[in-house]
């Protein structure tokens, strides 16, 4: 995978979420550690360079970012993306389909704790910062799972159907290399 292959929409998505842990980090290691600012500071840019290399690494393995959006439109209702192997398609496939709606609902549950304990940090009048950790937290969390449940409901009964046909087409054509073997 290149990294000039990654657009503007995932480049967003990958500084985002390593600013958002990292801003985290920060909030959290001001608040609860007396630590100097440059220890922050080079820790918050460790997250932030382990974040984004964790998530281009995840691209790659499964074949690259252009791979990998290819694969979320097809499954959205696009064309089959040719290019990809079927080994690749029911990996991805597999991997879509087994997380299913319960990692939404679990996100939103976190995100609902998180929401309650800045709520209760804010009415109690504590420290602001913890509220501030909580509520970002808490809108993190709320988004996987709104996007993640939205995602579930348009499209798995689709990437259902299309993995029980790579699996067909799969199986069908290891039949057939195997058919002419001698027994």
Do not use: C
């Amino acid at each position: 995978m290149r990294l000039r292959e990654i657009d503007a929409r995932g480049w967003v998505r990958l500084v985002g979420s390593g600013l958002l842990v990292a801003g985290l980090w920060t909030l959290l290691a001001v608040k609860d550690f007396a630590l100097a600012p440059v220890v922050v500071v080079l820790v918050a840019a460790a997250v932030l360079v382990v974040l984004v290399a964790a998530v281009v690494t995840s691209w790659a393995v499964a074949g690259g970012y252009r791979q990998q959006r290819r694969l979320e439109a097809w499954v959205r209702g696009s064309d089959l993306p040719a290019e990809v192997p079927v080994p690749v398609r029911i990996r991805y496939l597999r991997r879509v389909t087994e997380r299913g709606a319960w990692v939404g609902w679990v996100s939103l549950a976190a995100g609902l704790l998180n929401a309650v304990g800045g709520v209760s940090t804010v009415l109690e009048g504590e420290d602001p910062w913890s509220s501030v950790f909580s509520f970002v937290a808490a809108a993190s969390f709320t988004g996987i799972g709104v996007s993640t449940l939205v995602f579930a409901r348009r499209s798995m009964p689709r990437a259902r159907q299309l993995l029980a046909e790579d699996e067909r087409e799969q199986a069908d054509t290891w039949f057939e290399r195997h058919e002419d073997e001698p027994r």
